[in-house]
């Protein structure tokens, strides 16, 4: 089992900043992907970015060249530079494990980023 605390979540105004951050306990041995989604009211969850451990990063195309996902041992970060009012959503860590062709995935609780004047 994995267990996922989100922080950093807030109110910013557009093209403001903030940064995210999961940290990761439990079995972190095991985990082969971390990354961020947000869900948005009315919208299915998205992809942010993930990044393989020990891999390169990638982008949901929405958020490239804004956001830079960095991990450093157990904690996952999430920069968001030049929020803009469709940022915002509930932000989700998540960690994922293969075993085979099948995983498991770990979700945080979320956290709350809204982009507003």
């Known amino acids: 089992q994995v267990q996922l605390v989100e922080s950093g979540g807030g109110l910013v105004q557009p093209g403001g900043s903030l940064r995210l951050s999961c940290a990761a306990s439990?079995?972190?041995?095991?985990?082969?992907?971390m990354g961020w989604y947000r869900q948005a009211p009315g919208k299915e969850r998205e992809l942010v970015a993930r990044?393989?451990?020990?891999?390169i990063p990638n982008y949901g195309d929405s958020v490239k060249g804004r956001f830079t996902i960095s991990r450093d041992k157990n904690t996952v970060f999430l920069q968001m530079n030049g929020l803009k009012p469709e940022d915002t959503a509930v932000y989700y860590c998540?960690?994922?494990?293969?075993?085979?062709?099948?995983?498991?995935?770990?979700w945080g609780q979320g956290t709350q980023v809204t982009v507003s004047s």
């Open positions: 990044i393989i451990i020990g891999g």
């Open positions: 998540n960690a994922r494990n293969y075993r085979g062709p099948r995983y498991n995935d770990y």
């Open positions: 439990g079995s972190i041995f095991s985990i082969n992907v």
